[in-house]
């Protein structure tokens, strides 16, 4: 078991471009999370699947973003148009549906918008 | 809605001294509360939890105690070592477990 993967670790990318993230879960875990931590602030939920079902999205997730599990493995979470304001860490965490609700974190992705 | 209300740090403390770093919440329901701790250059990995009223979360030398009458989940830990420099995060996970809400996190300097 090798823990929450993320990809890429950084992403620099100038404004208005298109970006797009993965995660691959810890193998099994059927319920995915999408987190946003900026600096000096704990992580926002973003988004939740259970397995390839998305079944929350929080009202920061903008109609520029969209987070996808289409297998029920890995996860993508794709920002169009990116905006200044997207700079952030983007984290990804799973966790089986039989666990107390305590999460597995990836590293993240850190994206900066210039 | 929900929130997660912390010490603000940083919070600076030399070695062997005794720690407390506040946390309480509001929610409805009866939510599972956590602590979950960075390393610097380190994912977020959870540190203790607790799933009900009266119990105590316990790990590494740290405990917290899920007090609902005081909607508190305070850590302690009784001698802090340098190796316990870390950002600390209160959170907590409401009933269904679909979504998990942070505090803002309180960053520990621990002096030799």
């Known amino acids: 078991d090798t823990g929450v993967s993320q990809d890429p670790r950084h992403k620099i990318t100038k404004r208005g471009q298109n970006v797009t993230f993965r995660c691959d879960p810890i193998?099994?875990?059927?319920?995915l999370y999408w987190y946003r931590q900026t600096l000096g602030q704990g992580p926002e939920f973003l988004t939740y699947?259970?397995?390839?079902?998305?079944?929350?999205k929080s009202r920061l997730l903008s109609d520029r973003f969209s987070a996808e599990r289409p297998k029920g493995s890995f996860s993508t979470l794709e920002i169009q148009r990116t905006e200044q304001g997207d700079s952030a860490m983007y984290l990804c965490?799973?966790?089986?549906?039989?666990?107390?609700?305590?999460?597995?974190f990836g590293p993240g992705t850190r994206l900066t918008v210039t | 809605g929900d929130s997660v209300t912390q010490m603000e740090g940083p919070v600076t403390l030399s070695e062997e001294a005794f720690l407390t770093i506040n946390c309480t919440y509001t929610?409805?329901?009866?939510?599972?509360l956590f602590w979950y701790v960075q390393y610097p250059g380190e994912g977020l990995q959870l540190l203790l939890k607790?799933?009900?009223?009266?119990d105590k979360g316990s790990n590494k030398g740290f405990e917290a105690t899920y007090r609902k009458e005081t909607t508190s989940f305070h850590l302690e830990k009784g001698s802090v070592q340098v190796s316990d420099s870390a950002v600390y995060f209160c959170?907590?996970?409401?009933?269904?477990?679909?979504?998990?809400?942070f505090g803002a996190g309180t960053r520990l300097f621990v002096k030799a």
């Open positions: 929610a409805t329901g009866y939510p599972s």
């Open positions: 965490a799973s966790t089986p549906t039989s666990a107390t609700y305590e999460q597995y």
């Open positions: 699947f259970q397995n390839e079902a998305q079944l929350e």
């Open positions: 607790a799933t009900k009223a009266d």
């Open positions: 959170a907590l996970s409401d009933p269904g477990g679909f979504k998990t809400i």
């Open positions: 193998s099994e875990h059927n319920r």
